[in-house]
């Protein structure tokens, strides 16, 4: 069974950073293509960026490139993902995936892996 368990989500003014950590329980990270979602109430799951086994290739939505970096730490465990210059846009629950030798799918369904979700609220 594989766990993975946000953190690092909160209140922050627009325009301020955050940074969100997702630590796994699996057996070996490095076969796990991973990445992050957001889901805002009323809509849907939104892809947020992907990053592959090793870490050598990354995707990112175009709403969120240049402002976020997605990263891990084979190593760790553990997949972050840095907010800069957030905008009240960008709140929502944000969720970790895991899915074992992927392709950086941005859907959803491509995932079979999931955290709980950690709260990120942009005021104003």
């Known amino acids: 069974q594989v766990q993975l368990v946000e953190s690092g989500g909160g209140l922050v003014q627009a325009g301020g950073s955050l940074r969100l950590s997702c630590a796994a329980s699996?057996?070996?990270?490095?076969?796990?293509?991973m990445a992050w979602f957001r889901q805002a109430p009323g809509k849907e799951r939104e892809f947020v960026a992907a990053i592959t086994r090793n870490g050598g290739t990354i995707n990112y939505a175009d709403s969120v490139k240049g402002r976020f970096t997605i990263s891990r730490d084979n190593a760790k465990n553990l997949v972050y993902l840095q907010m800069n210059s957030l905008k009240t846009e960008d709140t929502a629950v944000y969720y970790c995936?895991?899915?074992?030798?992927?392709?950086?799918?941005?859907?959803?369904?491509?995932?079979?892996?999931w955290g709980q979700g950690t709260q990120v609220t942009v005021a104003s």
């Open positions: 699996v057996r070996t990270f490095s076969i796990y293509d």
């Open positions: 995936s895991a899915e074992p030798w992927g392709r950086l799918a941005v859907t959803p369904s491509s995932y079979r892996y």
